[in-house]
């Protein structure tokens, strides 16, 4: 391959002869190539090619079919394949239809060019991080995700789309299917790294509470307020803040995060002035936030702020594929902390708890074995070593 054609290619969608101009000198001035297309007809022929485009950046208000309309039809045919839109009549409503649909990023015209080359750089750069790749990746770590089932490949190539934007992510999934580890995950993808991931658990939390824990307090806000004290927001700045089970959030939480949202505004309890942060909100809940939404339970603005990329996390019930490899995985975690040597595990064993249904998922998995290894006799987990029956 020469030198030429390993450079990422872009394909340019934009009605306006100029406007195509201009993108195309800026582009290639920074060590890209560029094919062009004046409308989706034209895109749509020129993913035909033999040499698909690295990237799509598109217009989004465009005669005929229209920007989103197009990158529907990319998706349904070419579903890993980034797309960034552009657009003078930017709204929200736009930007999370975008983003629910697949978009990698949204840029506002007139463009700030600068802007536009980060975005490019960063969308290259997570094209490069998907598929395979994001198993491995995704499999380092103290809590690491495991598994290479089709339903967790998708998990991982969403978590690669999302990570690097700061799109708010919402992870949905039952309890014990490893939310917590999703949200770090994206974290871990995102340029916000080596800041920090602070977790708040709100079902945990009283609501009384709630409020001094996630904006802070000055002193003497309350009884027992003896020193002022940051809150996560605040601990946070510049990093990301994990919020689970938000869904079980008062209504009155609800308001005050909804306008940190909107704004990186909030007040500390008992102070006078406006605290300011840059932090990228990853939420998770078990509950079901649309028919809360419709209960009138949840605010549907909120949910809409929420719910900008959602990432759906199988039940292990629907992975069995990846129980031998899980259960390879968490021996050897366990017998770390148990101070064991890890065992081996017969064949008989791992099909039962392939074939076992798992209604508390992967963190009933990891408690079962727990149990077996703890009260294993010799170097070896046998069937009736484990107590399925209590499942």
Not at 354 to 378: F, H, I, K, M, S
């Amino acid at each position: 391959m020469t030198e030429t054609s390993e450079k990422p290619l872009i394909l340019v969608v934009e009605d306006q002869a100029n406007h195509r101009k201009v993108l195309k000198g800026f582009l290639e001035s920074k060590g890209w190539r560029t094919a062009l297309a004046k409308d989706a007809g034209e895109a749509l022929k020129a993913l035909k090619k033999k040499e698909k485009p690295t990237v799509v950046l598109t217009d989004l208000k465009m005669p005929g079919t229209d920007g989103i309309e197009l990158l529907r039809q990319l998706k349904g045919s070419f579903a890993s394949l980034p797309v960034i839109l552009m657009t003078a009549y930017g709204t929200v409503e736009s930007a999370v239809e975008a983003m629910k649909l697949g978009a990698s990023d949204f840029l506002a015209k007139p463009l700030d060019f600068e802007e536009l080359e980060r975005v490019v750089k960063k969308t290259l750069d997570s094209a490069t991080r998907e598929g395979d790749e994001w198993v491995s990746e995704c499999g380092e770590g103290e809590h690491p995700l495991i598994g290479t089932s089709a339903v967790m490949k998708a998990v991982y190539t969403l978590i690669a789309k999302a990570g690097p934007s700061d799109a708010s992510v919402l992870v949905l999934g039952e309890t014990g299917t490893g939310k917590e580890l999703v949200a770090a995950a994206v974290h871990a993808a995102s340029a916000r790294r080596e800041k920090p991931f602070i977790k708040v658990h709100c079902g945990a939390i009283p609501e009384d509470l709630l409020e001094a824990e996630l904006f802070g307090y000055e002193k003497g806000a309350f009884t027992g307020a003896v020193r002022e004290k940051p809150g996560k927001f605040e601990l946070a700045d510049g990093g990301t803040v994990f919020l689970d089970e938000v869904g079980d959030m008062s209504a009155a939480m609800q308001v005050k995060l909804l306008r940190v949202l909107q704004s990186g505004e909030f007040d500390r309890v008992g102070g006078t002035g406006t605290l300011k942060v840059d932090v990228r909100v990853v939420s998770a809940t078990n509950v079901d936030l649309e028919k809360a939404v419709a209960d009138k339970r949840f605010r549907e603005d909120l949910f809409y702020r929420l719910n900008i990329v959602p990432i759906s996390l199988p039940p292990l019930r629907d992975r069995c594929d990846d129980i031998p490899e899980l259960v390879n995985f968490l021996l050897q975690r366990l017998a770390a902390k148990n101070g064991k040597a890890v065992p081996s595990i017969e064949s008989a064993a791992v099909e039962a708890l392939t074939n076992a249904p798992w209604p508390g998922n992967v963190r009933q998995l990891e408690n079962l074995l727990e149990r077996a290894l703890v009260l294993l006799d010799g170097d070896t987990v046998r069937r009736e070593d484990l107590p399925l029956k209590t499942l």
